[in-house]
């Protein structure tokens, strides 16, 4: 099973992601992740570092085929940007493993997580791009941006900055001011759910990049996209159902 864990509190997790963790004679996972589960003793863990997603999928491949029942977990939802895409990829490498069987339990995915917190930033046609470049060019994330920025797309960012690539959401808040109004609501939703959230909104002009890193999800409006003033409260981020009809 490749399971989804959420964003991170136990409340959001999925009970199919519970039943399927609490069944599993192994669990293969990012450590962090696994860190965050309470497994039994009878558990075995494979942790690993967050580069290694195909060496994780093709160990956890290897002890189903020898009759374990292994639970792969991802933060989020594993199907974006996450475990399933590698599990399914690895599994084309070798055919016994065609015969295996493999389901997937979704979870909460950050950008979800992070529009319940915002009000409702989702509420017309968005897409998802990630910034990371390890595993594609720059100049296909580049291309990707300017569309969704054409259709006039609300965007969510994943993976807006790392260590050893600071500069890329930079890189994307400049091409976007060249295509969007200045006025554009921004957010910077870092580890939402957990004890360290942090919720910043702004405008796509006024944007600081640097709030970014990887455990930051950033969502950048369209020309629907508005806030939603309270009194002595953060303003709800809105993007309306009915396109064209702005308040």
């Known amino acids: 099973m490749i399971v989804g864990l959420g964003p991170g509190p136990a409340e959001w997790m999925t009970p199919e992601a519970a039943h399927a963790i609490a069944a599993a004679s192994d669990v293969v996972g990012y450590r962090p992740y696994l860190d965050r589960l309470a497994l039994r003793p009878d558990q075995c863990t494979h942790a690993s570092d967050n580069r290694v997603e195909m060496d994780r999928a093709r160990l956890a491949l290897q002890l189903a ?9 991802s933060g989020g939802d594993p199907g974006v940007f996450a475990m399933a895409a590698a599990a399914f990829e690895a599994i084309e490498e070798d055919p016994r493993w065609l015969k295996l069987e493999i389901a997937v339990a979704p979870g909460v995915t950050a950008m979800q997580a992070a529009a ?11 897409c998802a791009i990630s910034l990371s470049d390890n595993l594609k060019p720059w100049g296909v994330i580049e291309r990707r941006l300017r569309a969704a920025a054409e259709g006039d797309f609300v965007i969510a960012l994943y993976n807006p900055a790392s260590r050893a690539r600071p500069t890329r959401i930079m890189q994307a808040f400049d091409l976007l001011r060249g295509m969007k109004a200045s006025t554009t609501p921004v957010a910077f939703a870092r580890a939402v759910g957990r004890a360290e959230e942090t919720l910043q909104l702004m405008t796509l002009g006024d944007a600081d990049a640097s709030l970014a890193d990887m455990a930051t999800l950033v969502v950048i409006g369209s020309s629907e996209t508005r806030l939603i003033l309270r009194d002595g409260a953060r303003p709800w981020m809105v993007t309306a159902r009915t396109y064209g009809v702005r308040r």
């Open 116 to 126: 319940a917190r915002l009000g409702a930033p989702l509420g017309h046609d968005f």
């Open 65 to 73: 085929a020898e009759g374990r029942t292994v639970a792969v977990v």
